[in-house]
T-cell receptor, first 113, second 114 residues
Framework: AQSVTQLDSHVSVSEGTPVLLRCNYS??????LFWYVQHPNKGLQLLLK??????LVKGINGFEAEFKKSETSFHLTKPSAHMSDAAEYFCVVISYNNNDMRFGAGTRLTVKP | DSGVTQTPKHLITATGQRVTLRCSPR?????VYWYQQSLDQGLQFLIQ???????AKGNILERFSAQQFPDLHSELNLSSLELGDSALYFC?????????????FGPGTRLTVL
């Protein structure tokens, strides 16, 4: 079975400083990995995804993630946080046949002025 | 706006009852997914349909069932409701239902079981 662990339940940064949200995964096969963002009272929106192409993935709103197979990690970064980035972020791992989809517990990002 | 619609937005019911949640996918998307989000369990994948057929199954209880109709909308039926079924239920859709597809999420249906 697959699993995904988001290492921080809450991250707080100041506006204009870098963001790092950490995600480790476990999978028997080459999975697809995703980061989704959920703003309050909204559905989830895709930030970026890794599907066995380039290991450095660029997403929307300046976010990036690097797939590191040796470390089984898929950490999300952004060089400079904006107030609008405050939200809940979910790391997701999906097996090739969709039979195993796992969400991390989520990381709540707070951005201070 | 993702293009995925869910009705109703809120639902309040009593234990033991049965409810139906409805989802309309984005235009052109053939696959629909259902998820449950609760404080206890986080986000859990329930079930996926592709073009009317069940494609994948997650942690869906036997009291829950779903189907996708010829017009591609989907319904999630929850029966013999328990207090613990109170949660936010999301529907998502994707073009082909592959593991690499982007899923587009609806705004959710908040179910409260009293």
């Amino acid at each position: 079975a697959q699993s995904v662990t988001q290492l921080d339940s809450h991250v707080s940064v100041s506006e204009g400083t870098p963001v790092l949200l950490r995600c480790n995964y476990s999978s028997s096969y080459s999975p697809s990995l995703f980061w989704y963002v959920q703003h309050p009272n909204k559905g989830l929106q895709l930030l970026l995804k890794y599907t066995s192409a380039a290991t450095l993935v660029k997403g929307i709103n300046g976010f990036e993630a690097e797939f590191k197979k040796s470390e089984t990690s898929f950490h999300l970064t952004k060089p400079s946080a904006h107030m609008s980035d405050a939200a809940e972020y979910f790391c997701v791992v999906i097996s090739y046949n969709n039979n195993d989809m796992r969400f991390g517990a989520g990381t709540r990002l707070t951005v201070k002025p | 706006d993702s293009g995925v619609t869910q009705t109703p937005k809120h639902l309040i019911t009593a234990t033991g009852q049965r409810v139906t949640l409805r989802c309309s996918p984005r235009s052109g998307d053939l696959s629909v997914y259902w998820y449950q989000q609760s404080l206890d369990q986080g986000l859990q994948f329930l079930i996926q349909y592709y073009n009317g057929e069940e494609r994948a199954k997650g942690n869906i209880l036997e009291r829950f069932s779903a189907q996708q109709f010829p017009d591609l909308h989907s319904e999630l039926n929850l029966s013999s409701l328990e207090l613990g079924d109170s949660a936010l239920y999301f529907c998502a859709s994707s073009v082909q239902g592959r593991s690499t597809d982007t899923q587009y999420f609806g705004p959710g249906t908040r179910l409260t079981v009293l």
